[in-house]
């Protein structure tokens, strides 16, 4: 009862005294408005750097998706030896998982290849991703449509009953874009691609699946054919699948399950190869495969950069207050001679602390703002995130609490030290040189240590970083990027159907750009080097255990299609043979050019030149062969930072509609890259304007210049390198300022003693020396610590990292002499006019 009494006093002393303290928080804030200032200014920079990162965390990792408990939802894939496979599983495999299991309430499945298609309204058409999807996806993920009804179902096997096979079900903003909400919407009749859909319902504002597209959605069902029954990854259609846990199922439990499962289903296939290649599953969340591990990791690394400075920051306050604490020493013994108790001097420090971090944390979110607009080209560009980025209601809680742990940070200790501060000393003339105040300048000396060490942390991360961007930068390519402008086109291939769209459209539209003034040449390609709008990868079918044969079954090429004037654009440098021509028709013989890495990976020590390719793939009809008639050198594909991959190449002039590849290479999507000496604002308009003529659709088309395609394909590596030079000079200057006032403050608590010395015989050059020797023993402390840190936290880099390793010592010896040197450099104010006192004045004033 006496405890539960205290507290109640306790509780009602501090909300009687609060509207006091805060009214002499800001007459004190306004009699040392530029103490205030700065100490908002330091917490402010470290809150806006937690706050923009964790902003992009919640958009990235934690934000909700549009299903009811998605944290119940998996996805399945088969693997093999290779790991899991992205382009899915046969329908056959996956109804034997459906039958068998005992952990899954049922399980959907929907197209793994979603290509864009165009939807025709009544003045426009729209793109949209229209994946084809089983009839119990919707039921799966918990989600009914808002408008009309979902797919019929075949009770037997989860696919879409007949009557519905030509039904379209919308999402709500292309219900909204392309039909302005229309309630006369059900049972319309649509075109999608030529092809005509009944719409039979609507979904809900915000509902998308797969999660994630840029590209408004609509849905049409999957419909099962004889090719379904098929049991074979290169003959049979392929489903991604994703399936809900039944009530109280662990995720182990399913994948134990489907794994026992799938080694039986694996028996199945006839061919050992494949057999080998789906002897296995991988079950994860679906949450979990929706965010890369790189980029998950890449992410936590960044947040943690951000914690530094923050806790940098902190540091950094505490500092400040202390000091402040110290000029205010006889104030506190004045109210404490008049009655005031310790813990009344306590809250005061404390709601001052806690009003400072409040007004930071309002500066903080303004700053986070401005940091995610600044970098919302690289994050669109490396997330997805193409909404503006603004701090919701989850992160302005989080910049609460960070603000009341910054508060208790920054304050406690310069409250407590205040309040046990001894009466008598304040109260005495010259206090200033008192116990108290060299016990605070030891720890401020420690904080300055602390400071040093973190930003030396952060600052050898940005180093190696830099020069990340400065290998990357000097590799070589393997083609030129100066000069050349690419157009990312959908191509709307249901406009050409029973033509050949390279006489119908591409030709035309490569006459018509090559006729632009300033353009030196123009072609096409299925997609230029590093970019990422459509990317194709191949397999080779083989017969036979030989060492070609396996060698060629495990091979995954890089498949384009160019025209020939590709090499021109580009500038390619050919290592054997030729490039296509004019020559290379139709009617001529079919011809591949491999690179490097595909001669070694595939055609090993045999003949290059000449080789016929007899993949079914690579059919021209009639059965004809193509021969490989060129090797160029490699060039980097995918991203900088990776190794050439095997490529094949082939002409586009060479494609007829009877080509066993002709819809996948010319049907789907291509890029126009032109070579031109105008500016790339001077020349899109007139290509937009070419591409609107040669097509409607085409007007939508992404223009960017090649230069800009390789900077974004720096990924992950050019963010981070960014976000740190930001963070780490952030802490430079924070821990640059940090040496810089304690060794103001120290020359402000010694001057008696600094004129005694001068008194005594002392020359300035010693008394600067006794400044500059407190500056380094700090800087070489924190340097020691800083190291170490550093050593142990960029390992965390790996996988940044590219030309240089995590433990680089000319990175490490290079920053830390950058900083020691600006640290010695903001010590010479202070020990000059540590030089420059008067000791006669000194004296006196003592």
Known sequence: MTEYRANERFAGSFFHRLPQDVKSAVRQFHQCSGFALTVVATLALGLAAACAMFTVISRVMLRPLPYEKPDELVEIKEAGSRGAHDYGAPFVDLEEWRQR??????????????????????????????????????????????????????????????????????????????????????????????????VIGVM?????????????????????????????????????????????????????????????????????????EVASIQVQRYRDSLVAANISKALLVLFGA??????????????????????????????????????????????????????????????????????????????????????????????????????????????VSASRASVESGLRAGSAGTGTARAQLRTRSLLAVAEVALSLTLLIGCGLLLRTIYALRHVPLGFRTDHVIVANMTIPAYKFTGRDIRTQLYQPLLERVERLPGVESASLMTEVPLGKTFQLEVTFAAEGNTEADVRQRDLRAQFRAVSPEIERVFGFRMLEGRFFDEHDTSSSQPAVVVNRAFVKAFLGDDSKLGKFLGQPLLSYGE??????????????????????????????????????????????????????????????????????????ELAASKLSTMDQIVADSYGSQHLAARLLEIFSGCALLLSLAGIYGLLAYLVAQRSRELALRFALGAQRRDVMWIILRQAGWMLGSGSVLGLTLASLSSKLLRTFLYGVTPHDPWTMAAVSLLLVLSGLASACSPARRAAAIDPMQALRRE
Not at 175 to 197: K, P
Not at 228 to 239: L, N
Not at 332 to 345: E, K, P, S, Y
């Open 204 to 276: 809900p504002s915000g509902f998308t699946f797969p999660f994630g597209n840029l590209n408004p959605v609509v849905w049409t069902p999957v419909v099962l054919g004889n090719s379904d029954a098929v049991r074979s990854k290169h003959e049979a259609p392929t489903y991604s699948a994703i399936a809900r846990l039944k009530a109280g199922v662990k995720l182990a439990a399913v994948d134990a399950e489907l794994k026992s499962i799938q080694s039986q289903v694996s028996q199945f296939y006839t061919d050992p190869y494949e057999r080998m």
């Open 623 to 696: 059965h004809r062969q193509a021969m490989v008639i060129g090797v160029l050198d490699d060039e980097r594909q995918v991203s900088v930072a990776e190794q050439s991959q095997p490529e094949i190449e082939v002409c586009i002039p060479q494609i007829t509609p009877d080509s066993a590849f002709y819809k996948t290479a010319e049907g789907l999507a291509m890029d126009l890259a032109l070579r031109t000496d105008r500016s790339p604002s001077s020349i899109f308009p007139e290509l937009r304007r070419l591409l609107r003529e040669a097509s409607p």
């Open 306 to 415: 951000a914690a530094v400075l923050w806790l940098i920051a902190c540091v950094n306050a505490t500092s400040l207050l202390l000091a402040h604490s110290t000029v205010r020493h006889r104030e506190v013994a004045v109210r404490r001679a008049l009655g005031a108790t310790r813990q009344q001097i306590a809250q005061q420090f404390l709601i001052e602390g806690l009003m400072l971090s409040a007004v930071a944390s309002l500066v903080g979110l303004g700053l986070a703002v401005l940091i995610l607009r600044l970098f919302a080209y690289v994050l669109a560009t490396q997330f997805n995130l193409h909404a503006p980025l603004t701090p919701n209601a989850s992160v302005v809680l989080v910049l609460l609490a960070f603000t009341l742990v910054t508060a208790l940070a920054s304050s406690i200790w310069p409250a």
């Open 101 to 198: 299991n005992h952990t899954l309430n049922d399980i959907a499945f929907y197209s793994a290849n979603n290509h864009v298609g165009f939807l025709e309204g009544k003045n426009a058409s729209l793109a949209v991703i229209a994946p084809r999807i089983s009839g119990n996806l919707f039921a799966t993920l918990g989600v009914e449509p808002s408008l009309g009804r979902g797919f019929r179902l075949r009770a037997a096997t989860g696919s879409v009953d007949d009557q519905d096979a030509n039904t379209i079900i919308l999402s709500d903003i292309v219900w909204r874009e392309l039909y302005a909400h229309e309630d006369t919407i059900l049972n319309r009749v649509v075109t999608l691609n030529g092809r005509s859909y009944t």
